[in-house]
């Protein structure tokens, strides 16, 4: 879990004071002088862990504040203090009745400020882990998984695919193989846009979707994903549940006896393949847009040709992902470049994954990445 907090205060000294406070006690923090001003960081950037607000302020004060927070699904559990230099009950009272977890007041030293932010937080992150393990271990009893256990042997391919959520919470990407018999093997990478949980609940109806239609197209002899997109995206669109999520998709059927490959996306990152004879990295765009967008979308399949020891890389966007001075940046290119060097410098593929991923002190997102190998032919 994040230590971000928004603080809101229109004395820019007290601002700045507890800014550098909790700074150089390893938060992120982000400041607003005003109700307008937070409210504007809080559709810009990510939800805050913690919101500290002073009661008294003009146009909008603390309370009023609070209560547009409570009328927001998104932000009205965000733990909430208020901040207030009048020591008065009634004020006190009508702030915890407005579920705001404790009050501060401005007068206090500042290290016992940090033990009262620093003791709130600890409790949020007890309290975060107890719902997440009995998250999981809902999910467990009832085998719902978004990530497999293990990717399928095939004959003339190595499945290899790797998945770090972001700071341990559920996430909403997905992965999934769909083996349909010896020759034909769907592989799927999805990534629902969504904040925290939420994008991961969804993403288990998503691939429910997704395994569905597969099976539905495979039943009746049409292996095109062109055709499997079209129809999995209309009832994404015309389901009211789904309604406002979207999800990228990117899907490849390998064929393991013509040791052919099959693309298609929606809304995904190009799909990049490492051409072992060039010794460079080649990308290859889908032109479909996000499943559940439009009604009408349109799809289109790209063979991909692979040779002897050639890779195939898919992954979602929080591998392309950094942050630069609180703000979160995408840079693909940076991605191919780091790749390309590490694949010329003939690194084996975990000690790619590892330079990758690189433990993620600077990861924003879940990120995943699924790497189709085609193996040698003296090898099978």
């Known amino acids: 879990m994040n230590k971000t907090v928004l603080l809101v205060d229109d004395d820019l000294f007290q601002l700045k004071l507890y800014e550098k ?3 150089n006690n390893g938060y ?5 002088l005003s109700v307008d001003e937070a409210e504007i960081i809080l559709n810009d950037y990510d939800i805050p862990d913690l919101i500290i607000s002073d009661y008294e302020m003009p146009d909008k004060n603390g309370f009023e504040f609070r209560k547009r927070l409570l009328k927001n699904n998104l932000l009205k559990n965000v733990p909430f203090l208020f901040l207030t230099s009048v020591n008065d009950e009634h004020f006190i009272q009508q702030g915890l009745d407005l579920k705001a977890i404790d009050y501060m007041a401005k007068d206090v030293p500042p290290m016992r400020i940090l033990s009262k932010i620093n003791n709130l937080m600890l409790a949020v992150r007890e309290h975060y882990e107890r719902s997440l393990s009995e998250l999981k271990g809902i999910a467990e009893k009832l085998s719902l998984r978004n990530i497999p256990k293990t990717a399928p042997q095939l004959k003339n391919f190595q499945l290899q695919y790797f998945n770090q959520s972001y700071q341990d919470q559920p996430g909403g990407d997905f992965i999934d193989f769909i083996q349909i018999n010896d020759r034909y093997t769907f592989v799927i990478l999805g990534d629902v846009m969504g904040k925290k949980w939420g994008a991961w609940f969804f993403s288990f109806s998503y691939l429910s979707y997704v395994r569905s239609a597969i099976r539905l197209c495979v039943f009746d002899g049409d292996f095109s994903l062109s055709t499997i997109l079209q129809k999995l995206n209309r009832v994404v669109y015309a389901d009211e549940f789904l309604a406002d999520i979207f999800s990228t998709i990117s899907i490849v059927l390998i064929d393991d006896e013509k040791s052919t490959l ?16 060039e010794n460079s990295i080649v990308a ?3 032109d479909g847009i996000l499943l559940g967008f439009s009604e009408a979308a349109k799809y289109s399949d790209l063979e991909i040709k692979i040779q002897d020891t050639d890779e195939v890389f ?13 703000e979160k940046k995408s840079n693909m290119e940076l991605f191919k470049n780091k790749l390309n060097t590490l694949k010329e410098k003939r690194h084996p593929t975990e000690e790619i994954v590892s330079h990758l991923f690189n433990k993620h002190t600077s990861q924003v997102d879940d990120c995943s990445i699924i790497i189709i190998k085609r193996t040698p032919n003296e090898v099978n």
């Not at 992120?28 to 607003?32: E, K, L």
């Not at 898919?314 to 609180?326: A, K, N, R, S, Y």
């Open 314 to 326: 898919l992954v979602t966007d929080g591998m392309i992902d950094f942050e630069i001075d609180g």
């Open 21 to 23: 406070l909790l700074q």
């Open 28 to 32: 992120t923090c982000r400041i607003a």
């Open 284 to 286: 290859f765009q889908s």
């Open 262 to 277: 099959c693309y298609a996306g929606a809304g995904d990152l190009p799909l990049l393949k490492y051409d072992s004879q």
